[in-house]
């Protein structure tokens, strides 16, 4: 058959049309691959999949493919991507998760790990399982003579309990907050860790969920909280019920956004410097530690950078990229990462993104104060940001040289990732911009930022002209 390997494998990730780029002998060479290229023969690897029709399917196939070449699959069946990182943390083992996580329900897709919850990359060793399961794909899956075994554990009562150590919610006031799991593997998730679906105590928290079936063809919206039309329901029940807050997860639960009381938004650039400023505070009140490493992406808002600094912590500005802030984080020891995108990092969680953990600091923040989530969020919002705008040009490398030109008189730049373009600061305004290409997609991904709106505005549209020119 013929496989297109440079468009299902992706920077970080495999992902595809399920029984078009994707199919069970694919999903067999990418695990015989997968065993071969991180030497996991006689070593055990685990398996986990989301709710997707096709995803149990591939599960088997990648187990097949691993069995085949001497690795013991250790299955966990239906789980959260983040609940496979904890299963890979808290063994110390390879796992690999079946999901395609916010994408159409036509889609589908595996996340890899190395032991450890680490990320693997494609220039971290996923290119090279791309091109092991080439060569598995055309001349056959050889046996090894002991090929490996199978077993099933649930590691859901025990990520729930993980979870709870790490963020204590027993003393919080109580709090009405509205759920909507999309669908999703939150449905599964949140009853463990937030109430007593897993056998843990009760908290103070009375859930209003929303679309906790777990239904991979997401009949009630799209599981990608990062769309504003897929949060209008989550809003409108806040309101209507009179919560406290409301969260929103997406389809492999691994992010999470947050909603206030009168059904606002709190950015996640907000969500970061909030929860940076909480880990600082504890990790600091440990004293066991000279100097802490928080991580930011340069797309966040320049309130995470400020938070961090005021909270006597070093900063560090990245790239947007999930396995390089996992592999960042283990470089610098770093305390917590935060990305523009909904994804939050913990060196206690192995360096591994965590939704649900991000949102228990949020509702541990809240749940200690007497003020609104509103108010609370108000502090760690000050600016004025676009949000990322995408747009489709047939020239990325031409529209970008637009932009160098006609701000080069009168901003700097740097090239960390894309062009970050600041202007300079008079009477205490400023503005900056990035631009940068998808690795995927003909796009162009714009986000700006300025202590005035009126400058945010024009900025914006003065680039997003210049870009669709």
Known sequence: MSVNWDAIVKTYDVRGLVNVDLTEDV?????????????????????????????????????????????????????????????SGSMNLAAAMFTASHNPATYNGIKFSRAGARGISLDTGLAAIRDRAKD??????????????????????????????????????????????????????????????????????????????????????????????????LQKAVVAHKADLGLAFDGDADRCFVIDENGDPVTPSAVAAMVARREIARVRALGTESEITVLYNLITSKVVAEVIETDGAKGERTKVGHSLIKDRMADTNAIFGGEHSAHYYFRDFWGADNGMLAAMH????????????????????????????????????????????????????DHLDGITVSGSEENGDWWWFNVRASNTEPLLRLNVESNDQASMEAIRDEVLGLILR
Do not use: W
């Not at 709710?51 to 001497?70: E, H, N, V």
């Not at 919002?381 to 040289?401: C, H, M, R, T, W």
């Not at 701000?407 to 700097?412: C, E, G, S, V």
């Open 136 to 233: 598995f794909l055309s001349h056959g899956i050889t046996e090894v003579n002991t090929p490996g075994s199978y077993s099933t554990q649930d590691v859901l009562a025990d990520y729930a309990a993980y979870l709870r150590k790490l963020v204590d919610l027993s003393g919080v006031k109580p709090m009405r907050i509205v759920v909507d799991a999309a669908n999703g593997m939150g449905g599964l998730t949140v009853p463990a860790v937030l109430s007593t679906a897993a056998g843990l105590a009760k908290l103070p928290i009375e859930i209003i969920d929303m679309y906790f079936e777990l239904d991979g063809t997401f009949p009630n919206h799209e599981a990608n909280p990062l769309e504003p039309a897929n949060l209008v329901d």
């Open 362 to 413: 949020v509702l541990a923040e809240f749940g200690s104060q007497p003020e609104s989530l509103s108010a609370i969020a108000k502090q760690y919002n000050p600016y004025f940001l676009s949000g990322e705008i995408n747009s489709k040009v047939q020239d990325v490398a031409a529209a970008k040289n637009r932009v160098e030109e006609a701000f080069a008189a009168r901003a700097t730049f």
């Open 27 to 87: 999903v067999e060479a990418l695990a015989a691959g997968f065993i071969d290229e991180l030497g996991l023969a006689g070593e055990s690897v685990i398996v986990g999949h989301d709710m997707r029709d096709s995803s149990p399917l591939f599960a088997a196939a990648f187990a097949r493919g691993a069995q085949k070449r001497g690795a013991n699959v250790i299955s966990i069946g239906l789980c959260s991507t983040d609940e496979s990182y904890f299963a």
